[in-house]
Every structure is written in structure tokens, then in C-alpha cells.
């Protein structure tokens, strides 16, 4: 958790750097699971700045049956253009049954 607040702060300070402003959101976003496989994580970035964005990182709170907490995951994502959308995903290693954005940090 100590780790999650220094990369938050970190991404936070960052950002308060002057010249254009990236502005990213994350639509999409959904767990895909084929048979009984761990489900695999994927989303759209999509980039409402004017600025290119060359790194982002999605944070993404997983969840279990219950609807409680399970850990935290980080998506990184590259290079997506003003304006712009890139699809990302990620292959889980746990039994998720839902995720809930928590986070867009713009490196």
C-alpha cells in the first residue's frame, strides 16, 4: 500500500509540471474469461489532451464473488497519440470476478 501511495504521489506531482496537459480516461473496461481460465483485464486508454501521452499507468482495483477487495493491479500503456484511443489488457493470475478503475496516472 506504501508502495501504491509513492507512485500515486509521484504521478500527482508530475503532473502539476507546466506545458500541455494529457488528459486520459479509460473506457471499456471489463474482465474476459474463457471457460474456467483466469480472466484476462482489457479496456480502451483513451487520450482527451492535447499532448501526446507517452507512458500512462491504469490502476485497477480487482474484486472477488463477494464484491470484496482483492489487490490492486497496474496496467502500463504506451504511445497514444492526442485524441487518440489504445486497447490494452492483461492476464490475470487470480480468480477476479470484478474490476473497478481507481486510478489514470499520465507519466
Given at each position: 500500500?506504501?508502495?501504491?501511495?509513492?507512485?500515486?504521489?509521484?504521478?500527482?506531482?508530475?503532473?502539476?509540471?507546466?506545458?500541455?496537459?494529457?488528459?486520459?480516461?479509460?473506457?471499456?473496461?471489463k474482465?474476459?474469461?474463457?471457460?474456467?481460465?483466469?480472466?484476462?483485464?482489457?479496456?480502451?486508454?483513451?487520450?482527451?489532451?492535447?499532448?501526446?501521452?507517452?507512458?500512462?499507468?491504469?490502476?485497477?482495483?480487482?474484486?472477488?464473488?463477494?464484491?470484496?477487495?482483492?489487490e490492486?493491479?497496474?496496467?502500463?500503456?504506451?504511445?497514444?497519440?492526442?485524441?487518440?484511443?489504445?486497447?490494452?489488457?492483461?492476464?490475470?493470475?487470480?480468480?477476479?470476478s470484478?474490476?473497478?478503475?481507481?486510478?489514470?496516472?499520465?507519466?
Open positions: 500500500m506504501l508502495r501504491f501511495s509513492l507512485v500515486a504521489a509521484l504521478v500527482l506531482a508530475l503532473s502539476a509540471c507546466g506545458g500541455p496537459t494529457s488528459q486520459a480516461d479509460v473506457s471499456g473496461l474482465l474476459q474469461r474463457e471457460g474456467r481460465s483466469y480472466p484476462t483485464l482489457t479496456g480502451y486508454l483513451v487520450n482527451q489532451g492535447q499532448a501526446p501521452i507517452t507512458s500512462a499507468d491504469v490502476f485497477v482495483t480487482l474484486y472477488d464473488d463477494d464484491n470484496r477487495p482483492l490492486d493491479v497496474i496496467v502500463q500503456v504506451r504511445s497514444v497519440a492526442a485524441g487518440d484511443s489504445t486497447r490494452f489488457e492483461r492476464r490475470l493470475d487470480l480468480q477476479a470484478g474490476a473497478k478503475l481507481k486510478f489514470v496516472g499520465v507519466n
